[in-house]
């Protein structure tokens, strides 16, 4: 494994990670970006990042269309939205996961597909509640609008959106009696936190907030029904509306400290989590940004806290991560109408959050009956008749492998490691899993095993 | 244009033909009984004190109390009744006023055999009448809360994490496909949702040595690692030990007695299953749905509350059999019950305190509390007597043998229950 510099200093953390004689961006530390930014990579993928190293890396994350030999985002983009009609006219929200899925699977644009889920954890809101697909689905194009711009346009724009007003029963908001709910969770979910505001806050936000309507699936501000009167939220005082209320939200120091937190947690490390001082740096750096999430996000996937033992291997992967990343990684692909309902069952069912808090992650994905679940369904996704690996002419897991330039039972093992863990197995482990390939003929159940046994590794659900 | 390979692919899977991946819905095979000798209930490993099972089923869509342990008794519930009262002479006979649903026949054998508790009049202040709100309240167990985001068996199975002893076998399980109940969420621990037995085996394409590969991968200690890599270790050690029990208990299961050929009964049969190869679990959280009769109710109603007490007693049964039934109780409940008269469509309509059982070998037997009055109401509706809080402080002290203050926020008494 890689040699990681184990503690970065609050000081530090943020800078540009420089190579040199304690650090290199090698396959694993690539594996590491790709991992994080994405869902993971193709072994050719990692040779070609590491050739050209990881600023440049980075950059390519940020902007795929700009890469040269990439494939070519806006065929993709037309594809994927003549999947997506068809999924709504189904009806069938379940569907709509599946057309994500089957995104996530395709796109040169991992970053975008990376931070949508991302956000649809942070705005969580459910079909179970919501059930309109037309909703739904605008409310994951806000989601993929914002997803890489403005976090202050985000939120405005969220506080208007169907689905949002629908999912936490602020359809109606009259100035006679103001909704509170909207104006809590706007403070407490999505952008300050518990403990930086007043309930006296929440009544006044509430109050701007009134008017901002949904009817017949559409948001629609009715003037009559708002109040015109003076506000007093957060020591601002006016005759502020729902934007206004926003604004002064976000203008407060714990947005952009409550908005690195779950970055950091999300995309660097969930234990031990970063301390306070780190977490303080990235805000500083969204403060200097007003909020611009791409210059965020290019400083975090270049840092030296992010390629730190600090990071690396700090995660649960979430079970879109662990099956999204297996089939990446190899080339794989499928129907995802099936992934999509295991996935649910494994706890994350896309567009389907399990409350407004949205998924908590970390050990809570884990318990012994999610493992055998995430064991079989790395098992399904290797084996199942129709499941493929490969491009046109050199389909399965062989060739794969052999396109690769693998060679010998211990060289699979290690190829795989590469590809799919973040922290090295003990010795014991590896003697074991070179012992399971040596037994079996060079070929397609070869890798197919060895990748199934890894696949049930501890090591495999971290990242 | 899209590709043609893509498009087909995709719809494939939306179009639900035929799908690539078929990972669920199929028959747990090795379900399908087969020997006909009785195991000798060797899974009972775990006796003593906090061993106990809670196994919940929720009665979805607010059954018709009245028509379910019926004032047969009574002229004003004829009076109300007029179209869709249950007969005194078609009743089971609980005593002169009481009786059963016909369809209870279950029930009935249940009582009989000294197995079953009704608790009469169960309910909350200011009932509400929204199926959801109302199931939330009974959820979380928080009537006057603006927000409801745990559950009091969540917040159970978040407090006794940590103390699940060197198995970790999940706390709490629910049955079923449908989205998972908000009484089982809690801040830490994410309790899953399983639909078959399926889901507890562990798919190794019959190779011996692929397995043996997982298991060294599962065994080896990470000494040097880090505490999320230790964790994840114990975890799939657990997994895969707990996969490898329960696939031996199976092996030679058959049920003590005959389920009933219903999803209710599947399921609890499963439950049953998982007690008897010796799971750690002490909730199982089943639903059974469709009690919201506004129309033509007679039909429906009987054949729900049939699917209810047959799967119910045939499971108490087998516990009873094979040893258990000291140590598992099941709870059914209803958001709410239903108006005391019946609508213009053949049907009754919401309503608010409902009887609410409690099942298994533990349980003292009969009715407890009376039935609410059929004259003074509140809305038209039956008021209630006993708060369903005070039912959970009860299981939760003394079934589960946990501080209920600590789910409940405060003290609501006891309700004498469990013999």
């Known amino acids: ?119 649809h954890g942070h705005f969580a809101t459910s079909a179970a509640k919501v059930t309109n697909i037309r909703m739904m689905k605008q409310h994951d194009e806000l989601l993929r609008k914002y997803a890489k711009g403005s976090f202050r346009k985000f939120v405005q724009a969220m506080s208007k959106d169907p689905a949002m007003l629908f999912w936490l029963d602020s359809t109606t908001n009259r100035k006679i009696r103001p909704n509170e709910n909207y104006a809590r969770e706007v403070m407490e979910l999505f952008c300050l936190g518990e403990g930086n505001y007043t309930e006296k806050d929440i009544k006044e936000v509430a109050r701007a907030f009134t008017g901002w309507e949904v009817r017949r699936k559409k948001f629609v501000f009715n003037k009559r029904q708002h109040d015109e009167g003076e506000k007093r939220i957060l020591g601002k005082v006016g005759n502020f509306n729902g934007d206004d209320a926003v604004r002064i939200i976000l203008d407060q120091k714990a947005g952009p400290r409550f908005i690195a937190k779950k970055l950091c947690r999300y995309f660097v490390a969930e234990e031990p989590e970063l301390g306070d001082g780190v977490v303080e740096g990235l805000a500083k750096v969204i403060r200097k940004h007003d909020y611009e999430m791409g210059p965020v996000m290019e400083r975090l996937l270049m840092s030296r806290v992010f390629y730190s033992g600090m990071s690396v291997g700090r995660r649960v992967k979430s079970p879109v991560e662990m099956a999204v990343g297996l089939l990446r990684s190899l080339r794989g692909s499928g129907s995802t109408t099936e992934l999509d309902r295991a996935l649910a069952r494994l706890g994350q069912g896309l567009y389907y959050p399990p409350n407004v808090k949205g998924w908590d992650g970390g050990r809570t994905w884990i318990n012994s009956s999610t493992l055998r679940g995430r064991a079989n369904l790395v098992g399904k996704l290797l084996g199942e008749k129709g499941a493929r690996f490969g491009m046109r002419r050199n389909r399965g897991l062989s060739r794969v492998a052999a396109g690769a330039g693998v060679d010998g039972a211990e060289g699979l093992v290690r190829w795989v490691y590469d590809l799919l863990l973040a922290v090295e197995p003990p010795g014991d482990v590896t003697k074991g899993l070179v012992k399971l390939a040596k037994g079996i003929k060079d070929g397609d159940e070869r890798v197919r095993k060895v990748v199934h046994a890894v696949g049930t590794l501890p090591e495999f659900q971290l990242a | ?255 003590a007695v005959k389920y009933p050929n219903s999803r209710l009964g599947d399921q609890l049969k499963t439950v049953a299953q998982l007690i008897e190869a010796g799971m750690t679990t002490r909730i199982y959280y089943l639903t ?122 405060g003290g609501f008494g006891k309700v004498k229950v469990f013999a």
Not at chain 1, 35 to 57: N, Q
Not at chain 2, 341 to 366: C, I, Q, W, Y
Request: charge should be positive; aromatic fraction near 8%; charged fraction near 25%.
């Open chain 2, 1 to 255: 244009m899209m590709k043609k390979a893509t498009r087909r692919a995709f719809m494939k899977g939306t179009g639900g033909a035929g799908t690539l991946f078929a990972m669920g819905g199929m028959a747990p095979h090795f379900l399908v009984g087969t020997a006909e000798a009785v195991s000798k209930g060797k899974a009972a490993e775990e006796k003593g004190k906090g061993d106990h099972v809670l196994v919940v089923v929720q009665l979805s869509g607010g059954n018709d109390g009245l028509n379910t342990v019926v004032p047969v008794g009574d002229d004003v519930y004829h009076k109300n009744r007029f179209i869709t009262r249950i007969r005194k002479e078609s009743a089971i006979k609980i005593d002169d006023y009481h009786g059963f649903h016909p369809s209870l026949d279950g029930f009935g054998k249940l009582l009989d055999d000294g197995r079953l508790a009704v608790l009469q009049g169960v309910g909350y202040p200011n009932p509400n009448r929204s199926h959801f709100v109302s199931m939330d309240i009974w959820h979380s167990a928080r009537p006057g809360a603006s927000r409801r985001t745990t559950g009091w068996l969540g917040r159970y199975v978040d407090g006794t994490s940590g103390r699940r002893g060197k198995r970790n076998d999940v706390a709490g399980i629910h049955l079923g496909d449908s989205r998972q109940p908000l009484a089982l969420a809690g801040t830490k621990v994410q309790t899953p949702s399983i639909q078959s037995l399926e889901g507890f085996k562990l798919h190794t394409s019959g190779d011996g040595k692929l397995k043996k590969a997982m298991e060294t991968g599962a065994k080896v200690n990470r000494a040097g690692g880090s505490d999320l890599l230790t964790f994840m270790q114990r975890s799939t050690a657990s997994a895969m030990g707990s996969s490898e029990r329960i696939q031996e208990a199976l092996k030679d299961y058959e049920p």
């Open chain 1, 1 to 119: 494994m890689a040699t990681q510099k184990s503690k970065v200093s609050a000081k530090e953390a943020w800078g540009v990670r420089e190579e040199g004689k304690d650090w290199k961006f090698d396959r694993r530390m690539a594996a590491h970006l790709y991992r994080r930014a994405g869902f993971g990579a193709t072994s050719e993928a990692l040779d070609a990042a590491v050739k050209m190293g990881m600023e440049k890396a980075v950059k390519g994350i940020l902007n795929p269309g700009a890469g040269e030999g990439g494939v070519n985002l806006g065929a993709f983009e037309k594809e994927t939205a003549e999947l997506g009609a068809m999924a709504m006219n189904t009806g069938n929200v379940h569907n709509l996961g599946a057309w994500w899925l089957h995104r996530m699977l395709g796109t040169p644009d991992q970053l975008q597909e990376k931070l949508v889920l991302f956000w």
């Open chain 2, 288 to 409: 059974h749905g469709g009690f919201d009769t506004h129309a033509n109710q007679a039909q429906t109603h009987a054949a729900l509350l049939k699917q209810l007490g047959d799967a119910v007693s045939a499971f108490c049964f087998d516990m009873k059999k094979r040893g258990h039934d000291k140590r598992v109780a099941l709870m059914s409940f209803s958001e709410f019950g239903r108006r005391v008269k019946e609508n213009a469509s053949r049907g009754t309509d919401h309503g608010a305190a409902a009887p609410l059982f409690m099942a298994g070998g533990a349980v003292k037997k009969g009715l407890i509390g009376k039935h609410p009055s059929m004259t003074d109401l509140d809305q038209g509706d039956l008021k209630f007597h006993t708060d369903f809080r005070k039912v959970y402080a009860t299981v939760l002290d003394e079934w589960l043998g946990y501080d209920s203050r600590k789910v409940l926020g």
